[in-house]
Every structure is written in C-alpha cells, then in structure tokens.
C-alpha cells in the first residue's frame, strides 16, 4: 500500500473509532501505528496497533474492530479503553505534566551535570562517541552507579519525581535528550 493511503485510513479509523467506541480521535492520532494489511480479496483488514501496549483495532471498510486478545494475551482493558476516550482537557493536562516533567528534568542537577555524557550516546548528537552503549543502557549504567554512590542529586531528583525504578529513571534522564537533539538539527 502508498504512503499516501496512509492518512485516508487514519481519517477513517478515526471516525469509526469515534462512532464506534467513543474514542477521543486526537489519542487515536498519538497513539496509534498503521501495522498493514492482512487477509485477500474481501476480508482484507487494516491493522492498527497502539505503540505502548500493543493492542490492535483492525479496519474493514468504515468498521473497526478492537481485537481482544492477541495470542494468549489479553488486551484492550477497561482502563486502556478509558484512556482512549479521554477529553481535550484530559490529554492538555497529561502533555502540559508531561512537559513539567521533562523540563524538571532539564534543569535539575542531576541532568545537569551529566547532560554531555548521556546526549554523547546519541547518533545525531553533534559530540556523539562511537563505540559506547546505547543511550538507554548508558542512562541505567549512570543511575545504576549514582545509587550505589547514594549521589545527593540523584535522591533530590527520586525525592521529587517519586519514582524508585532504576529503569524508569533512566527512561526520566533521556526524555530532554529528544528535544535537545531536535533543537540541535533544526
């Protein structure tokens, strides 16, 4: 299928999502991924799939189709269907706290004061060092070697955010990265 069938389909997913289920046509637009098609001849299908639980609406024709249940594992939960229907001031709120989030991180110390080592470990980083680890595996060696150092900014910057999971601190530090790295191409 053309690139340029991608956006009718969206169009239409999002309708039939709206009529259908309710579905605010904005978290389709963020949330969802065109996979491609399946079946032949009239029972072709277009398959959607939502980039942070995977769960998958397949489109015939003007009608969507939540699939329930991929393999053994069940999706489309209650909660991730309430998600989908969120309101224009649910989705503001969330992307302005997710935007205070991301710009405590910048400016804390902890991000700081490793700003250059974690953005080296990024491709299109202008002081990009070949060789290292991948920036998220960067990101949990640095955390990982601040706890055992019981680092003040690292506890300043746990204290604040509430968050304990070395994995999710990691995924916390890299978030300004994606914007200083934008910044920087344009």
Not at 26 to 52: C, L, N, P, Q, T
Not at 95 to 102: D, F, L, S, T
Request: a negative charge.
């Amino acid at each position: 299928m053309s690139n340029a069938k991608t956006p009718e389909l969206f169009d239409i997913l999002r309708a039939a999502c709206a009529r259908q289920f309710g579905f605010n046509p904005r978290r389709i637009s963020a949330g969802m991924r065109y996979v491609g098609k399946e079946g032949h001849g009239k029972d072709v299908v277009h398959v959607f799939r939502d980039v942070g639980t995977h769960s998958q609406i397949a489109l015939k024709n003007t009608f969507a189709t939540l699939r329930e249940k991929q393999g053994d594992k069940p999706h489309w939960t209650e909660a991730e269907k309430a998600h989908y229907k969120s309101s224009d001031a649910e989705i503001d709120a969330e992307i302005a706290a997710k935007q205070a989030e991301i710009d405590f991180t910048r400016n804390s110390a902890l991000y700081q004061d490793h700003r250059e080592q974690l953005l080296s470990h990024y491709t299109d980083w202008p002081g990009y060092q070949p060789d290292g680890p991948h920036p998220g595996e960067a990101a949990r060696t640095l955390i990982h070697a601040l706890a055992e150092a019981k680092d003040a900014r690292l506890a300043e910057f746990v204290e604040h955010t509430h968050v304990h999971d070395l994995e999710q601190l990691a995924h916390l530090l890299l978030a300004p990265c994606h914007g200083e790295i934008e910044a920087a191409r344009g």
